[in-house]
């Protein structure tokens, strides 16, 4: 029998500019890849919480008013990680064009670049759990 996976909760916000309507992407700094800024909820946080701390952690922006768009778990939603650890994703995702601050990488390097893009011109070096939340999101293909 497999080893079971880990249950993580997660948020994560799909940040919009509001005069182009680009989408705001992080670059990771453990895998390379593409995706939504965001990550697991801390103990006694809510899923707007956690949501409104990763964004300012990994860009520097304060989300004003956000909206859930959208909560997720099934099979698809397995992250692996570069470090061989594997965990099943319960989460949501809120978006924004309302943010304050200017947009930074991380000091920790979680962060190793944060890039504006068209919807219809995304990156193809999206992580694919970031690219199903994306296409639910109604963004991309």
Do not use: K
């Amino acid at each position: 029998m497999p080893n079971p996976l880990d249950v993580l909760v997660a948020a994560g916000v799909l940040v919009r500019d509001p005069a182009t309507g680009s989408v705001l992407l992080q670059l990771r700094g453990d895998n390379a890849t593409w995706g939504l800024p965001g990550g697991r909820l801390e103990p006694g946080e809510t899923l707007e919480q956690a949501a409104r701390r990763e964004l300012l952690e990994e860009t520097g922006l304060t989300a004003g008013e956000m909206t859930r768009i959208d909560v997720y778990s099934g099979p698809e939603f397995v992250v692996r990680y570069p470090d061989g650890f594997a965990a099943y994703v319960v989460g949501a995702t809120f978006e924004t064009a309302d943010f304050t601050g200017t947009i930074g990488t991380d000091a920790d390097g979680e962060s190793a670049a944060l890039e504006w893009f068209d919807p219809s011109d995304l990156p193809s070096e999206i992580n694919p759990y970031n690219r199903l939340l994306l296409r639910r999101a109604g963004v991309g293909h």
